[in-house]
């Protein structure tokens, strides 16, 4: 980064000078507010602080160019965006320091969290991700037609990761009225920016998106406002993407612990010449719109004004919560009626059934968006969506790019502004690519800061159709592990088309797996209109007095083949259908009476959710136990694409013996 830079040159248009000092003004509160924080961090009174010290202008430029009902999404550094948006001081020092008038309630820190109050979408620290949640906010205005912008602040360095590409892609392609806000602050943590990236401009990258960009000089507040405000009233009437790169510097460390002794002296020197406030109050004193009485009342507000609210949240009591608090704010409170159906039913498949469940909801959700790749036109590569378009239209069933993280993380955007979002990951497998937003970012959203994500990610699953490694697992304990998630995995049609409509009428975010195999294999007498189940209920499809046998999906099948073949076995047998939530007291019930417990799954093994079934029955049924509790799974190896290593890998031909062999116990 060179150390001589361009000169500030203020051009004030035709800003009246109400607005030049109000821009003056809000640059200058959260600058006294850091500056607080860095003697409390000295004298002990808080344990961390992400400075923005140099960087004002950015937050508060755009900020105050948006309207208070548009979305913004501020980074650690972006203090002015919260000030500008007039949250009450002492709601952000109890925030600081865990307390109850926070917005997270002792969940999280500094500046992650959010607001629906104030239009504020926080971070998380895996940074990338939110950069697609405000395309979903976008794509969820260009939807409503609401005429709304949004815009959203990364690093330079948080432009390395793949979300950043992911979507700018996705708001390209789809013409989302979204302002990328970069702060090109010279350095990651450590890394300096010519260790980052090979380009001059990270706005140069706007090129190979399509996408309009534009490089601000991000010290000079009059540069900030007036351009942003005209590229916010223009993508409000012409909704599309702009890449914005605002240069600037940290003047601070990346927390104050890490210090700054990596900056060369000359290039700080340089950067501090270049103070936003500093040169903007010299600009505005020669302009005569700043005297120094002005100064010293603005300086009296600020200073009374934060001592008054710090003590106010010093003063507030720790917080203190309930165990049975903690656990139900995971999840946001559903309130689903059980739909009945009527009696006319129709003999249909499982993907029929999947599909017809997607229809009838978006029937009745006109908020609902159905997304993944090749959803649209081509129906998916299961066919579940085929004629959709002709249905719903192309807004409401789309295409996406080959980008699985971006896409979670706009269905999240689209909960955030109000909307329901469905998402086909094409093969579950695939969902390692989307694997970061769902379990950080919607599974942790409602603890957090009382955000609910109303998105059911689709999971096409399974072996039995040689489709090797990539094409055929069974991953659901990826997500049965995570708090926050739902997990479902019906087994029969009539379970499908029911759980999917409760899962998509649920306010939480919902894994929805569908077996491959059992697709176009298993039929039954479905109803044809529509109708819900409840989660965490067992279906119990065979009862009996000597043993359980425990499963889900395909292997409930093969349970039924074996007991078919082997009628004289009294036997329950359990269908789980919902594994997050789970039925314990079904299974407790059954175990209690049979003695004897056997887990069939195709999932392998070892830290899967047969493992915590086991224990969970050995910890609460011990007594009532007469031999070990049995677990039956796949081969600890990835799935082999030859039937016959297929049929070698899978448990379905071991089932019958462990099964005999626990009875003769």
Known sequence: MPTTLKPMVYEKGNLTNETLL????????????EEKMLILLRQ??????????????????????????EYILPMHRNLGVFTTREIPLYRLFSQWQGKANGFTKGRDRSFHFGTQEFKIVGMISHLGPQLGVASGIALANKLKDNKHACAVFTGEGGTSEGDFHEALNVASVWSLPVL?????????????????????????????????????????????????SALADSIRENPRPILLEFKTFRMRGHEEASGTKYVPKELMNAWAAKDPIDNYRNFLQLEGVLTSEIEEAFQREFSNEINEHL??????TKITSTISKELSDVYKESLNEEVVPNSKVENIRLIDAVSQGLKQSMEKHDDLVIMGQDVAEYGGVFKITNDFVNLFGKERV????????????????????????????QFA?????????????????????????????????????GAGPFHSQTNEAWFTK??????????????AKGLLATAINDPNPVLFFEHKALYRSVYQDVPTDYYTLPFGKASVLKEGNDITIIAYGAAVHWALETLGNNPEISADLIDLRSLQPLDTEAIYNSVKKTGKAIILQEDSLFGSISSDISAMIMENCFEYLDAPVKRLASLETPIPFDQGLERQYLPKNDFEAALLELLAY
């Open 22 to 33: 109000d821009l003056y003004k809000k640059m200058l509160k959260p600058r006294m507010i």
């Open 44 to 69: 002990g009174k808080i344990s961390k602080w992400f400075g923005g010290i140099g960087q004002e202008a950015i937050a508060v430029g755009v900020t105050s160019a948006l309207t208070k009902e």
């Open 180 to 228: 990328f806000c970069i702060e090109n602050n010279g350095y990651g943590l450590s890394t300096p920016t010519a260790e980052q990236y090979n380009c001059e401009h990270l706005a140069d990258r706007g090129k190979g998106y399509g996408m309009e960009s534009h490089v601000i000089d991000g010290n000079n507040i009059l540069e900030v406002y007036s351009k942003v």
């Open 311 to 316: 003590q106010k949240a010093f003063d507030e």
């Open 398 to 425: 789309r295409n996406t790019p080959i980008c699985e993280s971006a896409i979670v993380s706009t269905a999240y955007g689209l909960s955030v502004n109000g909307m329901k979002a469905v998402m086909e990951m």
């Open 429 to 465: 497998d695939f969902v390692s690519s989307g694997f970061n937003p769902i379990v950080n970012l919607l599974a942790k959203s409602h603890y957090r800061w009382n955000q609910n994500a109303d998105v059911v990610v689709r999971m096409p699953c399974g072996a039995g159709v």
């Open 482 to 495: 995570t708090p926050g998630l739902k997990v479902l995995y019906p087994a029969f049609p009539y379970d």
